[in-house]
């Protein structure tokens, strides 16, 4: 009594037939409690875990290194890892757990690799979004086919691993960390994207076309989907109204805020907190 637990939506499917395809796990884990935690733990699937929110550390026979908000860890059967919030402020985080000779051959093939574990594409909209149409799916008993999951999760795995290339180069990371910055700067309030550009000291045009090619989407609808993912976590906690988390995002009407939360989710934001 007294200690809050993370908040989670996990879910699970029976074991896959030997040699099977498929997705056995998938969830989210919205989590400001005690420190999240996992310990000296192997498993037998692979899995993917983005970082949503906060940060902490992972480690496994190789040695520690940070994440943060962005950072996606790439888990591998048989392998033993941690990874843990220890002082930040909060986890938040998005996973699927897979398994299959598909997957197999993309460790073979080096796309992932156990010798670099976390990838570093960013806090991606378009990548978010790709988690959390695989978690409606799976939430909703609709990706049964082994063939289809294959193929939904390979091209998740090319988008993170293109997007870490890219952010590795340089070009990509002072841009995109400010400009992310800039948007996501008092979420309930109204954003003067003009004004935004000039403190990046470009034209609203330069600016906008230059944020479409780094974060893959205008930096209007980018906002949008962090406001939605905002919304996701104070749904999670569950102790605000629907009313009072749409006022808190700056939302005054609340028919809109569901119908844009429908939009960005493909759930009303009360099947949401359900779900959780």
Same mark, same amino acid.
């Given at each position: 009594m007294g200690k809050s637990r993370p908040m989670s939506r996990i879910l699970f499917r029976e074991s896959l037939s030997p040699g099977g395809t498929g997705l056995v796990g998938a969830g989210?884990?919205?989590?400001?409690?005690?420190?999240?935690?996992?310990?000296?733990?192997?498993?037998?699937?692979?899995?993917?875990?983005?970082?949503?929110?906060?940060? #902490?550390?992972?480690?496994?026979?190789?040695?520690?290194?940070? =994440?943060? &908000?962005? %950072?996606?860890? @790439? !888990?591998? $059967? /048989? *392998?033993?890892?941690?990874?843990?919030?220890?002082?930040?402020?909060?986890?938040?985080?998005?996973?699927?757990?897979?398994? #299959?000779?598909?997957?197999?051959?993309?460790?073979?093939?080096? =796309?992932? &690799?156990? %010798?670099?574990? @976390? !990838?570093? $594409? /960013? *806090?991606?909209?378009?990548?978010?979004?790709?988690?959390?149409?695989?978690?409606?799916?799976?939430?909703?008993?609709?990706?049964?086919?082994?063939?289809?999951?294959?193929?939904?999760?390979? =091209?998740?795995l090319a988008e993170l691993a293109a997007a870490h290339r890219a952010a590795a180069l340089g070009g990509e990371e002072a841009f995109a960390s400010r400009a992310r910055a800039l948007v996501?700067?008092?979420?309930?309030?109204?954003?003067?994207?003009?004004?935004?550009?000039?403190?990046?000291?470009?034209?609203?045009?330069?600016?906008r076309k230059r944020f479409v090619q780094e974060l893959g989407m205008p930096p209007a609808k980018y906002r949008v989907r962090r406001r939605i993912d905002r919304a996701k976590t104070l749904?999670?906690?569950?102790?605000?109204?629907?009313?009072?988390?749409?006022?808190?995002?700056?939302?005054?009407?609340?028919?809109?805020?569901?119908?844009?939360?429908?939009?960005?989710?493909?759930?009303?934001?009360?099947?949401?907190?359900?779900?959780?």
């Amino acid at each position: 009594m007294g200690k809050s637990r993370p908040m989670s939506r996990i879910l699970f499917r029976e074991s896959l037939s030997p040699g099977g395809t498929g997705l056995v796990g998938a969830g989210y884990i919205f989590d400001k409690g005690p420190p999240h935690e996992v310990r000296e733990r192997t498993l037998k699937v692979y899995a993917l875990v983005y970082v949503l929110d906060g940060g #902490g550390w992972y480690a496994d026979t190789r040695g520690e290194r940070p =994440l943060r &908000a962005g %950072d996606c860890l @790439v !888990l591998f $059967p /048989g *392998l033993t890892h941690s990874y843990y919030r220890k002082d930040s402020p909060r986890w938040d985080e998005c996973f699927l757990m897979f398994s #299959g000779g598909v997957f197999e051959q993309l460790e073979r093939d080096r =796309l992932i &690799a156990r %010798d670099r574990p @976390v !990838l570093s $594409p /960013g *806090l991606k909209p378009p990548l978010v979004a790709a988690f959390d149409g695989v978690i409606q799916e799976f939430v909703r008993e609709r990706l049964l086919d082994g063939a289809i999951l294959a193929a939904r999760v390979h =091209l998740l795995l090319a988008e993170l691993a293109a997007a870490h290339r890219a952010a590795a180069l340089g070009g990509e990371e002072a841009f995109a960390s400010r400009a992310r910055a800039l948007v996501e700067e008092n979420l309930a309030a109204p954003c003067d994207f003009r004004a935004v550009a000039r403190r990046m000291n470009l034209s609203y045009e330069r600016f906008r076309k230059r944020f479409v090619q780094e974060l893959g989407m205008p930096p209007a609808k980018y906002r949008v989907r962090r406001r939605i993912d905002r919304a996701k976590t104070l749904l999670a906690e569950g102790r605000l109204p629907l009313k009072a988390v749409a006022e808190r995002l700056g939302y005054c009407d609340l028919y809109f805020f569901c119908r844009q939360f429908k939009q960005e989710t493909g759930v009303t934001p009360g099947a949401f907190r359900r779900s959780v």
